[in-house]
Each structure stands twice: as C-alpha cells, then as structure tokens.
C-alpha cells in the first residue's frame, strides 16, 4: 500500500513538473505574440507593412534513417538442425519411458467383489428417479449416499461410458437405458 502510494505521489510530481513546464512555454508563447502584435501596430502606424517572422528551425530530435546492413537470414540453419536433433533426442528418451509405463499397466483392471453394489444398482435400476429418503430407507442409515452414488458410477462407468447416477440436492436421477448392461 505504501509502494502504490509512493508511486502515485511520483506520478503526480512528474505530471504537475510536466504541467508547469508547459504553463511556462504557453505563458512565453503569449508574450512573444504580444510582443510581435505591438511592434507590427508600431509599424502600422508609421506606414510601414507588418512584418511576418519566418518560423525558426524547432530543436528536436530527428529520428535517424536506419542504417543499411548486410542482409543476412533470419535463420541460423545450423541452429535450427541442433535444435532439431535436440528434439528428436527428448522425443526418443520420452517415448522409451512412455512405452515403459504403458506395459506396466495391465489391460484389464480387476473389479473388487462388487455384490453388494450390484444388488444395490439392480434396485436403483427399477426406476429413474429416487429421493435421498428412499435410498436411505434401501440401504440404510449407516451408508454414505455420496459415497455410494460415486462407487456405482465408478463401476459403471468402464462399461457404459456414461455416469448412472446422478444426484441433485433430495432427488436422484438413475439412467435406466443402461440397465441391460450393467446387470
């Protein structure tokens, strides 16, 4: 908060350094016009023409044209074959340990004794929807609903690849299309 409000405070220095400095060029602006205004009155008076001041040459900074240099590629095809080789050399070492995980990994993953559940999905399958008391009432008041609606659709899921439950708030929705599947 105090570093915001440092910088806030040397913003608002250098805007009002930048402000003066103009006031300042504005206010030499307006005398130097005045100034002009009366000596060309002066001349009028004495029958002479007005006299118009040539623009001076402002000092500024000019942007310099930039320098012709030797046209050479934008790519270093030395570093771009390196590069290259480099790649192919990780692309290598990182299929090797992929190939290595993948044949650890057994095709099929062996499904626990799931009896309980499935007599639980076969029960949930006879209607689409159920409310949190009925399932209660089907599995007792020890059982987790959350916790058993995951485990189903767990189960399910390898086989239909789809959810079978789905829970909103007190009701719970059963996709019985899949029941010839999983049963």
């Known amino acids: 908060m105090i570093i915001a409000f440092i910088t806030a405070s040397v913003v608002a220095i250098f805007f009002v350094i930048l402000w003066s400095e103009e006031k300042e060029r504005r206010e030499q602006a307006e005398m130097k ?6 000596e060309n009155k002066k001349l009028k008076s004495k029958g002479r023409p007005a006299v118009v001041e040539k623009p001076k040459k402002t000092k500024g900074f000019a942007i310099p044209k930039p320098e012709k240099k030797k046209e050479e590629p934008l790519l270093d095809l030395n570093k771009l074959a ?10 290598d070492m990182l299929a090797e340990i992929f190939i290595q995980e993948e044949e650890q990994v057994p095709d099929v993953v062996p ?3 799931l009896n309980p559940l499935t007599d639980i999905l076969v029960e949930l399958l006879t209607k689409e929807q159920w409310t949190r008391n009925e399932l209660k009432e089907l599995v007792g008041p020890d059982v987790m609903i959350g916790n ?13 690849n789809d959810v079978v439950v789905e829970e909103d708030g007190e009701n719970i929705y059963v996709t019985t299309d899949y029941k010839e599947q999983l049963i």
């Open 82 to 91: 390196a590069l290259q080789d480099e790649t192919k050399a990780a692309q």
């Open 111 to 113: 499904q626990p004794d």
């Open 148 to 160: 058993l609606l995951e485990q189903i659709n767990d189960y399910a899921y390898p086989i239909v």
């Open 33 to 38: 016009i005045k100034q002009l205004a009366r």
